[in-house]
């Protein structure tokens, strides 16, 4: 099977790694950075790279988009005469719903789109920062749509599991998007805002323990990815953030009345709750 990683930063780098631990050796990358082109071949990671998919995905029978989510519904409109007969893609994106109506609406009959979302990323960019270890143990998750073919989807299951995915699941696009809200998007958000709130000039960083710097990890963000992410998937965002509010005004007012047994059953809750996930 000829496998085409389109995009290899952080995720398409560690989808190459991954892939040639797992044996795949019929790589190969697109990219319209020259130099990560040359790394990647460097490292054994692809056969041959490309700035563009016009002459490799003529051939390639699985193509893998790790990109932007405005940059997949391009790659498909530029090269839709050009896909190989049969062939399967399929994506990295965080965010379904705003693009996978206009993906169907222009991908030919022949080609089978499965909506992915590897539940797996790191905080830096780039191919120097990629490692198949990320997709250890981690979570894998599929949209289909109607048209897709049990076989394909079967083939990116199976994929998944090869290299290093421990649990793929299968939901539709909307409920998707608004448990991402919650459990990525939501976090990201509170990251950043924490760090932000911090008061400038401070020696913040003599005081750091293990709750800050778990809880503020994810603050080394991505800026133009995770703008588009945001507003991509703004109501399931938006909603989060506000149930968020919700349940911190209830701390909040709690220590303001000194009210020990509100604040007691809030953290008893969350314990419970923690503990069933």
């Known amino acids: 099977m000829k496998i085409v990683v389109v995009g290899l930063g952080v995720i398409g780098g560690s ?16 990219d319209t950075n020259e130099e990560t082109l040359v790394k990647a071949k460097k490292l054994g990671l692809i056969k041959e790279g490309f700035t563009s998919g016009e002459e490799i995905v003529k051939d390639a029978d699985l193509i893998i988009m790790s990109l932007y989510p405005r940059l997949v519904k391009k790659f498909i409109t530029d090269n839709k005469d050009n896909f190989k007969d049969g062939a399967v893609i399929t994506d990295a994106t965080g965010i379904k719903k705003m693009f996978i109506g206009h993906i169907v609406e222009i991908l030919p009959s022949n080609i ?29 998750i599929l949209t289909p749509v109607d048209r897709n073919k049990e076989e394909n989807l079967k ?9 290093g995915f421990k649990r793929v699941k299968r939901i539709n696009p909307e409920y998707h998007d608004e448990m991402i809200g919650f459990t990525s998007q939501l976090p990201h ?6 760090v932000n709130s911090d008061v400038e000039g401070r020696d913040t960083g003599s005081f750091i323990g293990d709750s800050y710097r778990d809880l503020t990890r994810i603050a080394n963000i991505n800026e133009d990815l995770w703008s588009e992410l945001f ?7 938006l909603m989060s953030i506000q149930n968020f509010e919700n349940e911190l005004d209830k701390i909040k007012y709690a220590i303001k009345d000194n009210d020990i047994e509100s604040l007691k059953q809030l953290f008893i809750k969350s314990t419970k709750r923690r503990e069933k996930l």
């Not at 507003?231 to 399931?236: A, F, H, R, T, Y």
Request: proline share 1%; no cysteine; hydrophobic share 45%.
């Open 189 to 194: 958000a509170l990251a950043v805002a924490l």
């Open 15 to 30: 989808f190459t790694m991954a892939l040639k631990e797992a044996g795949y050796n019929d790589v190969y990358g697109i």
């Open 231 to 237: 507003l991509g998937n703004k109501e399931n965002l």
């Open 112 to 140: 089978d789109f499965v909506f992915g979302h590897p539940m797996a990323g790191r905080e830096k960019k780039g191919i120097d920062f990629a490692t198949s270890e990320v997709f250890k143990g981690a979570n894998y």
């Open 155 to 163: 083939l990116i299951e199976d994929l998944a599991y090869e290299i």
